[in-house]
């Protein structure tokens, strides 16, 4: 399994003046799950494409298992951490769905015979299967999103990040990804979620890093650091639903792992009788 | 899709939501006259926009009083600055420099990104590609505007305060005698209840659901239709006959406030 560590990252695009990450230090061990959370423009994805080597820093390091992502190439990088874009679109180049989900192993050298195997799997945990032979391209925006998903986590990755899960997505897909995510979780892969949707995060993910123009400004247990306020208002959040029912309904103590709502109100009903 | 019937008024608020893949989408392009125009298949029946057969017009006119804010904002911004891609609309327009120039302050600041005026879109972030798109369609001052997911890719504090904008903006036309219709394609109902009129739900390319939004989610809700109905009215469909709650909630506040507990 991986461990990535970043220690005094600054990066900066090309020809721009101003660095979008500044001092970044942070490590993500194995079997970690974490939400990286911001504003629009915070340099999340920048950070997340940081941590797979599509972007190496311009200062400091980001070290995978102790290499310097500068000494790795793409390619190897990639086929321990899967990199899920928040646009589908700039991921496909297959003609047929199927063919999407294929390359990566036949990329990556797998047997024929797995990579059929893996390809059907893949197609019927997305709920892909009907559209087998279609062009990506013409599939709707929470489908490709799918896709984009299956064809990374095809070929199973020690780690995967993923960026904006949820867009375009509907309720009973929500839970699906998020029912496959938190699977990956208990297998001890790492995940690390981009998202605006705190609700989501705040379903898989125990720790959240939280950006504000290039800086961390909140690294800890999610549910935690969702209470704060003042950090929810400078990073544009919200605070996730049963957060913000439990601050409501009196119940203090937040725990480190997300309990749901029926918990929750067993909690109120025996604060009630007490 | 199939079989589609649906009328909206000049002036309506509609939010169209369903399972991703129903057809929605599809929809918002057909009102636009993309299809049958810009995409391929079949089209059968008719669809009139401002008493235009969109079969027969050519987009580049539904467009003068028409506008489309896509899903994906890569797909809409095109030029090499924010500024360039939202004069682009009033521009086509014919409308003179003074007003293209006023237009392009107004829309940058109605979506909140006047500092990135003179920016590459190519160097924006994807919400910030999407505010820019946003923008280049309100520089137009559409009388229909058609919203594919505006707020997929915002934050939640950006998300509630554009289409909080949006809806201003639409008071504050209707005030000078002018009417605007905005169709909203989103999954994020939470934010827009307070601003719709109606909502449909479409499933499997079908039109399932047509009304008031609370009773079309209480339907959606009964019949565990997959959409993202707010988590406080499931609550509140769950327990408001066993509890005799008379008011749906709009937040989590409001949720425990009708139920007489808390601190």
Redesign the interface.
């Given at each position: 399994m991986v461990e990535i560590v970043v220690e005094n990252l600054y990066f900066k695009?090309p020809e721009?003046s101003d660095y979008v990450l500044k001092n970044i230090n942070l490590r993500i061990g194995e079997g970690e799950s974490v939400a990286i959370l911001?504003?629009?423009?915070a340099g999340?994805?920048t950070l997340a494409k940081n941590l797979n080597g599509l972007l190496k820093p311009v200062e400091g390091s980001v070290k995978i298992d102790g290499v310097d992502t500068r000494s790795l190439s793409v390619a190897k990088m990639a086929r321990r951490i899967g990199f899920v874009n928040?646009?589908p679109?700039h991921q496909f180049f297959a003609e047929t769905v199927e063919d999407e989900v294929r390359f990566g192993l036949r990329n990556f050298g797998f047997p024929e015979e797995e990579i059929e195997r893996s390809v059907q799997e893949a197609l019927g945990s997305f709920g892909l299967e009907e559209y087998r032979r279609k062009n990506p391209f013409q599939?709707?925006?929470?489908?490709k999103k799918r896709l984009a998903i299956a064809s990374i986590m095809v070929w199973h990755p020690e780690a995967l990040i993923i960026d904006?899960p949820t867009?375009?997505?509907?309720?009973?897909?929500?839970l699906n990804i998020q029912g496959i995510l938190r699977n990956l979780v208990s297998e001890n892969r790492s995940i690390i979620v981009i998202t605006?949707d705190?609700?989501f995060a705040a379903n898989i993910c125990r720790r959240a890093i939280v950006l504000s123009r290039g800086e961390i400004i909140g690294d800890g247990v999610l549910r935690k650091l969702l209470s704060d306020r003042e950090l929810v208002?400078r990073?544009?959040?919200?605070k996730p639903?049963l957060v913000?029912?439990e601050e409501?309904?009196?119940l203090s103590g937040l725990e480190e792992n997300f309990d749901g709502?029926s918990s929750i109100l067993t909690r109120?009903f025996q604060k009630?009788r007490s | 899709m199939s079989n589609i019937n649906l009328r909206v008024e000049e002036g309506e608020a509609l939010l169209i939501t369903g399972p991703s893949g129903c057809g929605k989408s599809t929809l918002a392009r057909i009102l636009m006259g993309l299809i049958p125009h810009s995409y391929p298949g079949e089209l059968e029946g008719e669809a009139y926009v401002f008493g235009m057969n969109v079969k027969e017009t050519p987009v580049s006119r539904i467009a003068t009083c028409c506008g489309m804010v896509f899903q994906n904002p890569e797909n809409q911004l095109f030029t090499f600055s924010v500024e360039d891609d939202v004069a682009f609309g009033p521009e086509n327009l014919a409308l003179p420099p003074d007003e293209i120039n006023r237009r392009i302050d107004e829309a940058l600041r109605l979506v909140g990104i006047e500092h990135l005026r003179h920016s590459s879109p190519n160097n924006l972030s994807g919400g910030e590609q999407q505010k820019a798109a946003i923008a280049s369609i309100l520089a137009m001052q559409p009388s229909l505007i058609v919203f594919d997911e505006p707020t997929s890719m915002l934050d939640p504090s950006s998300s509630a305060s554009l289409i909080q904008r949006i809806f201003d903006l639409k008071k504050s036309i209707e005030e000078t005698g002018r009417r605007t219709t905005i169709i909203i394609v989103e999954h994020r109902i939470d934010l827009l209840l307070k601003h719709i009129s109606r909502m449909v739900v479409v499933s499997d390319g079908s039109i399932i659901l047509d009304g008031d939004p609370m009773r079309v989610l209480e339907e959606s809700f009964k019949r565990s239709i997959p959409i993202n109905i707010p988590p406080p009215l499931q609550i509140y469909f769950r327990i408001k006959d066993r509890c005799g709650l008379k008011n749906p909630p709009g937040t989590v506040k409001e949720l425990i406030a009708s139920l007489g507990v808390g601190e």
């Open positions: 695009y721009a911001g504003e629009n423009g999340k994805t928040h646009n679109e599939l709707s925006g929470g489908e904006e867009i375009g997505m509907d309720y009973a897909q929500r605006h705190v609700d208002e990073a544009s959040l919200k639903f913000e029912l409501e309904l009196g709502l109120f009630c | -």
